[in-house]
């Protein structure tokens, strides 16, 4: 499989139009930066493809801070290497290497002349700033059913990230969900192919090393 590795080392937040539509959803980022689509419409057709993000602010997880972020259309975030791998499999995943972070690892899709995409926005000050990387794709075999979702990095709280589900059409059934770090042999794995990822669904992953967790902040409405 060929991958697309697209560099993005600016930071540059842009307003976000509504959409026309109440049923479609919007982006939810105030003042995002486009990583792969575009809010006023996504230039062309997009699939398995892998961007790197250079950050103003280093996240952390496992214990190992990284401001040079590797991001795929496929909802899977890293701090390392990762590939344009079609989702799923289970947790750990040998190809991702280091801290790895699956959103809602399925294989999904960015269509032409919508707001979907991959957006990020950092706001605050340091040393309490909060990174934020939205994903709102479809799946590949359904422009109609969406995954849109939030991944959370707070940089007063090491090694922790939070997922916040805004609206997942199959609740999961198709996705893998968790996280982990093959170099360290840890990983943890809230759900394979499971319909359980609810609308306003809030989990908070620990990844502190050897105590690693993960809590429901918040249950959603299924």
């Not at 000050?125 to 479809?138: D, L, M």
């Amino acid at each position: 499989m060929t991958q697309h590795i697209t560099e993005l080392t600016t930071y540059s937040p842009i307003r976000v139009p509504t959409t026309a539509a109440s049923d479609i959803p919007a982006v939810a980022l105030a003042h995002p930066t486009a990583i792969a689509g575009d809010v006023n419409g996504a230039p062309r057709d997009m699939d398995d493809e892998v961007y790197a993000v250079s950050l103003p602010v280093a996240l952390t997880l496992y214990g190992q801070p990284s401001a040079n972020i590797m991001v795929n259309s496929d909802a899977v975030l890293g701090l390392n290497t990762i590939d344009g791998s079609l989702g799923y499999a289970y947790i750990p995943y040998p190809r991702f290497y280091g801290s790895t972070v699956l959103g809602l690892w399925t294989d999904l899709y960015i269509y032409r002349d919508t707001q979907q995409g991959i957006y990020y926005q950092v706001s605050g000050t340091a040393p309490s700033r909060q990174t934020t990387f939205e994903f709102y794709i479809s799946h590949i075999t359904d422009c109609s059913s969406y995954y849109h979702f939030l991944i959370k990095f707070a940089e007063d709280k090491l090694n922790s990230v939070t997922y916040q589900n805004l609206d997942v059409s199959d609740r999961g059934r198709s996705a893998v969900v968790g996280v982990q770090n093959n170099d360290l042999g840890q990983s943890m794995e809230f759900s394979y192919m499971q319909p359980v990822i609810c609308p306003g669904m809030q989990i908070t992953f620990d990844t502190t090393p050897g105590k690693g967790s993960y809590k429901i902040d918040t249950a959603g409405q299924c």
